[in-house]
């Protein structure tokens, strides 16, 4: 259980991916600021090794397991009335290619529709904090038209790895924005940390790990992200909807800010999780 089980004045900060890299580093900051930390991670050893270290609450997810999201939500509810700040940092891109068991890509599952959903389903806990999400630079090279995007998301559209993983940030963002128009009460924002030389590699299998090792040298730290993560969390100015390149903030996708596709992506969303999505859970 938590050491520190008032938060003081950052109050409760939820950090998902904290497994390992820019997650664990930001749970670790969050901490000596003082709030109460909730990791959330999706290797069960790490996350406990994190929780112990630091004398928080440790949580599992599987984002490539819809019920396991809607699991997740029912044991933070149990633990806290309010999160001040949920520091939405988990993504990856899965080795698997065929559709989860929840009939979505993986890809575009682990990155998009299982952070909304999450997001969504916390959203009266989250009344009057925020939500930063860890995005990608990637998602400005993507473009997204309404029958493509039900095509990615059911993993149809033949896309290789690298555009589906872009597609699924742009769509993140989408939906982040879109939530945020139906919260108002809720600020959301979320930035690019940089290239950080973390674990993403070993979802690219043995190249990728090969690649990031040669890389290593050029790239930014896990901290240097999680700084930014945190610097974002306890601004004090008006950052609601923006997109965050480092700690500046940058043009992004022109879709991002687009009320009528936001609407859409939504629906799509709220079909792919039918069975699990907000309308499925108990009440708060």
Do not use: C
């Not at 749970?27 to 929780?51: E, N």
């Not at 998009?112 to 999400?133: C, E, H």
């Not at 923006?242 to 903030?249: A, K, L, N, S």
């Amino acid at each position: 259980m938590s050491s520190n089980p008032s938060g003081g004045a950052l109050g409760t900060v939820v950090v998902t991916g904290a497994s390992s890299g820019v997650g664990a580093e930001a749970a670790r900051m969050f901490h000596r600021l003082g709030a109460r930390v909730i990791a959330v991670g999706r290797d069960p050893a790490a996350t406990r090794a994190l929780a112990d270290e630091l004398g928080i609450d440790g949580l599992t997810v599987d984002f490539a397991d819809l019920a396991d999201v809607h699991r997740l939500t029912g044991e933070l509810r149990s633990l806290v009335p309010r999160i001040d700040v949920l520091a939405a940092n988990a993504g990856g891109i899965p080795r698997a290619r065929a559709v989860t068991a929840d009939g979505i890509e993986p890809i575009f599952q682990v990155n998009a529709i299982a952070p909304w959903l999450l997001t969504t389903l916390l959203a009266p806990r989250l009344a009057g904090g925020r939500v930063v999400a860890t995005s990608s630079r990637s998602h400005t090279g993507a473009s997204l038209t309404r029958g493509e995007t039900a095509a990615v998301a059911t993993g149809t559209s033949g896309l290789g790895t690298h555009k589906v993983y872009a597609r699924a940030k742009l769509s993140a963002g989408i939906l982040l924005r879109e939530f945020g128009r139906r919260h108002p009460e809720i600020t959301v924002a979320d930035f690019h940390p940089g290239i950080i030389a973390s674990g993403f590699g070993r979802y690219l299998g043995p190249a990728g790990s090969v690649l990031t090792t040669l890389s290593r040298p050029f790239l930014g730290t896990p901290a240097d992200g999680a700084r930014r993560l945190v610097a974002l969390a306890t601004r004090t100015d008006r950052i609601d909807g923006t997109y965050f390149v480092h700690d500046r903030p940058a043009p992004g996708s022109p879709q991002l800010h687009d009320p009528a596709f936001g609407a859409e992506l939504r629906a799509l969303a709220e079909r792919l999780t039918a069975h699990h999505g907000p309308g499925a859970t108990t009440s708060p």
